[in-house]
T-cell receptor, first 120, second 115 residues
Framework: GAGVSQSPSNKVTEKGKDVELRCDPI?????LYWYRQSLGQGLEFLIY????????KSGLPSDRFSAERTGGSVSTLTIQRTQQEDSAVYLC??????????????????FGPGTRLTVL | AQSVTQPDIHITVSEGASLELRCNYS??????LFWYVQSPGQGLQLLLK??????LVQGIKGFEAEFKRSQSSFNLRKPSVHWSDAAEYFC?????????????FGTGTRLTIIP
């Protein structure tokens, strides 16, 4: 596709339920990021995938949060036993990382439209 | 750890007036610097970026930003704003952490345009 897509665009769930959020990155992009945008915390990094390397999960706020990336493309962010403080917009971004010899070339993260999660 | 400060939470300017949005970062070396714009209900759109070289960078929609190492700043400017520029603007920095260039964002500046 032309850009990063995310689904669903909106998700309303009840406290305690599990939710899955999906991200389709730009074709050919090897790096994928998840961020969360909430009123109290602003924009926060959650998790990073790069190729077949182990993901950087350092931004995940609790063990209720997990993510996977299948086949190096689509990613799913799962939140178990949702809490009201999980209500936020979840943004996915992808980028293409290129290194050239001794000089590093880095690329830009392109963001999807986000999934607005509301936990009642 | 790096941090980003956008000191202005909300700015109001008249259509046609000039604009400057402030951004200061805290990091020991030169990070990669970005400005993103977010319109209501939309995702983040990249306006411009600075990696190295010329400290004045041009972006889309007539925006530009200047990296000033001595002031640890990366302020965004536009000579004449249009009503369509009303949005929220985020400054962000990234450092290379073993290939992970996760973005650290400022808290954003909301721009209102008045006729």
């Amino acid at each position: 596709g032309a850009g990063v897509s995310q689904s669903p665009s909106n998700k309303v769930t009840e406290k305690g339920k599990d939710v899955e959020l999906r991200c389709d990155p730009i074709s050919g992009h090897t790096a994928l990021y998840w961020y969360r945008q909430s009123l109290g915390q602003g924009l926060e990094f959650l998790i990073y995938f790069q190729g077949n390397s182990a993901p950087d999960k350092s931004g995940l706020p609790s063990d209720r949060f997990s993510a996977e990336r299948t086949g190096g493309s689509v990613s799913t962010l799962t939140i178990q036993r949702t809490q009201q403080e999980d209500s936020a917009v979840y943004l996915c971004a992808s980028s293409s990382r290129v290194r050239a010899g001794g000089s590093k070339i880095t690329d830009t993260q392109y963001f999807g439209p986000g999934t607005r999660l509301t936990v009642l | 750890a790096q941090s980003v400060t956008q000191p202005d939470i909300h700015i109001t300017v008249s259509e046609g007036a000039s604009l400057e949005l402030r951004c200061n970062y805290s990091y020991g070396a030169t990070p990669y610097l970005f400005w993103y714009v977010q319109s209501p209900g939309q995702g983040l759109q990249l306006l411009l970026k600075y990696f190295s070289g010329d400290t004045l960078v041009q972006g889309i929609k007539g925006f530009e930003a200047e990296f000033k190492r001595s002031q640890s700043s990366f302020n965004l400017r536009k000579p004449s704003v249009h009503w369509s520029d009303a949005a929220e603007y985020f400054c962000a920095v990234a450092i290379d952490n073993f290939g992970n260039e996760k973005l650290t964002f400022g808290t954003g500046t909301r721009l209102t345009i008045i006729p």
